[in-house]
């Protein structure tokens, strides 16, 4: 069983950033693709930012110029940059891999913005 672990979330006061860690137990070249969803309270889950192996990345309007997604094939590892962090950021941010047969989420880690 493929397992994801996100990593990095807390508190922080509007303007603040934060890096969120996904650690992969197994290669990230296994996968087409990964990315960053989000769930704020009351709200449905919608996608942040997405990486291929490739480097191809996407970003949600929301966050663009502010956030930055990457990679470290080394460390079987997808990061989150989050800068300029406002509080409509707050949510659990899930990491997400997918293979052209199976879909993988972690089990999330919580990011509370403060004004």
């Known amino acids: 069983q493929v397992q994801l672990v996100e990593s990095g979330g807390g508190l922080v006061q509007a303007g603040g950033s934060l890096r969120l860690s996904c650690a992969a137990s197994?290669?990230?070249?296994?996968?087409?693709?990964m990315a960053w969803y989000r769930q704020p309270p009351g709200k449905q889950r919608d996608f942040v930012a997405g990486?291929?192996?490739?480097?191809?990345?996407n970003y949600a309007d929301s966050v663009k110029g502010r956030f930055t997604i990457s990679r470290d094939n080394a460390k079987n590892t997808v990061y989150l940059q989050m800068n300029s962090l406002k509080p409509e950021d707050t949510a659990v941010y899930y990491c997400?891999?997918?293979?052209?047969?199976?879909?993988?989420w972690g089990r999330g880690t919580q990011v509370t913005v403060s004004s």
């Open positions: 997400y891999a997918h293979t052209y047969t199976t879909d993988y």
């Open positions: 197994a290669s990230i070249f296994s996968f087409n693709s």
């Open positions: 990486i291929t192996s490739g480097s191809s990345t």
